[in-house]
């Protein structure tokens, strides 16, 4: 990256419920788990839904969750209240597996933030960051996961002063993070309409700044969405989507 970054928090951003937002869905295929592995933050839920055209059911190896028996269509949601790694089977094709590495927030050792609070739909716009150790050459993932979606990841290297970026097309209502090692950042959302997408996080200043300057991110959102409540951190659903 040519020029110094420096993270703002934006100011005014709409906040919602907590409801508006969801976290990855998983995919129970007949050949296995879509994707396979996925990476949150700790307090955030997975969600598998049975594609399948027999009843699944999935089994932490060691013991944390174990839905009941899902019929076509039918859903699961587990909320993961610490970070670690958890990997899981199919109890009745225990040769599938997959994994939910959930990790610790921490939004001052790596941040994420927009070049533009809004912008036109269909355009791209900028994601950048840093991470604290200031160095270049770092793997940094970007991990984007539309509303009630399949999570995709993108990996980029630091340049030489620790900064990142990557341009990106918004979809709708998706959450933006980026992971570091064991280590995740503060989200990023965007709400997209048929004429703009809206940013709620941080604003990147592309006016010379100290080196490595950073903020928090707001975790704040601007999309609303109706109420939803967990009753406890395992639930299920037959209408292929969380309860």
């Known amino acids: 990256m040519k020029r110094l970054l420096a993270l703002t928090v934006a100011i005014g951003a709409l906040i919602v419920a907590p409801s508006a937002w969801a976290g990855p869905v998983v995919q129970i295929m007949p050949n296995g788990f879509v994707p396979n592995t996925v990476t949150i933050p700790s307090d955030d839920s997975i969600t598998w839904t049975n594609k399948d055209s027999v009843a699944r059911q999935v089994v932490a190896d060691a013991g944390a969750f174990k839905s009941s028996v899902l019929k076509p269509g039918e859903s699961y949601t587990y909320d993961f209240p610490a970070a670690g790694a958890y990997s899981y089977h199919g109890q009745f094709k225990p040769t599938q597996r997959g994994a939910v590495n959930v990790r610790r927030v921490e939004s001052r050792s790596v941040t994420i933030g927009v070049s533009k609070r809004v912008v036109t739909a269909g355009q791209t716009i900028e994601l950048a960051g840093s991470v604290s150790n ?44 980026v992971e570091f090692g064991a280590l995740i950042s503060a989200p990023l959302r965007s709400c997209t309409s048929a004429r703009s997408s809206r940013f709620a996080g941080a604003t990147v200043a592309s006016s ?36």
């Open 134 to 177: 200031g160095e270049g050459g770092q793997e940094v993932r970007v991990l984007m996961t539309p509303y009630r979606g399949i999570q995709t990841a993108k990996t980029v290297v630091t340049d030489a002063d620790g900064t990142w970026s990557l341009r990106v097309k918004p979809a709708i209502r998706t959450e933006y993070y």
């Open 208 to 243: 010379p700044q100290p080196r490595r300057a950073r903020s928090s991110l707001a975790s704040s959102s601007i999309c609303s969405g109706g109420s939803e409540t967990s009753g406890g951190r395992s639930r299920s659903s037959a209408r292929g989507e969380t309860a």
